[in-house]
């Protein structure tokens, strides 16, 4: 079994802030990320496939299909966005790295058949928001 990961990478703004907590709930566990004009990060997408490879080519999947997918699916909306005002996802949900990787992977994986209907698999994505920050999810079938 193999598992290939492409890089991506896309820059965006959030503000970390539930309309379920009080100003001051939110100001305690969110920090300085609770800053009503929001702050910004260069994040790092990894998308990861897994699978055999093709005995003909060699490959486990058409990497340039893997980037047309990912443009089309995340990071057309996802780059130089407001995503707490851009996203639908996010409009009553704090976009914390977690929920982007949840949002990110639901995007990937409804497209995922399409474009590759037979080999490599959605195995999963990372994304990282810091140098000392990620999330790892894995795509569950």
């Known amino acids: 079994m193999l598992r290939l990961a492409r890089r991506y990478r896309f820059s965006a703004s959030h503000r970390l802030h539930s309309p379920q907590l009080s100003e001051e709930q939110n100001r305690e566990i969110y920090g300085k990320c609770n800053n009503p004009y929001g702050h910004g990060h260069d994040y790092i997408l990894e998308v990861i496939a897994r699978g055999e490879a093709d005995p003909e080519t060699g ?48 995007r990937i994986a409804r497209s995922w058949p399409e474009v590759f209907p037979v080999g490599a698999r959605l195995d999963g994505i990372r994304i990282l928001e810091t140098k000392r920050n990620h999330v790892e999810l894995r795509h569950e079938e």
């Open 59 to 106: 490959l486990l999947l058409k990497v340039a299909d893997l980037d047309a997918l990912v443009r089309r699916a995340v990071l057309q909306d996802f780059d130089l966005a407001d995503m707490n005002r851009q996203i639908e996802a996010f409009r009553d949900v704090p976009p914390t790295t977690e929920n982007v990787a949840v949002e990110i992977e639901r």
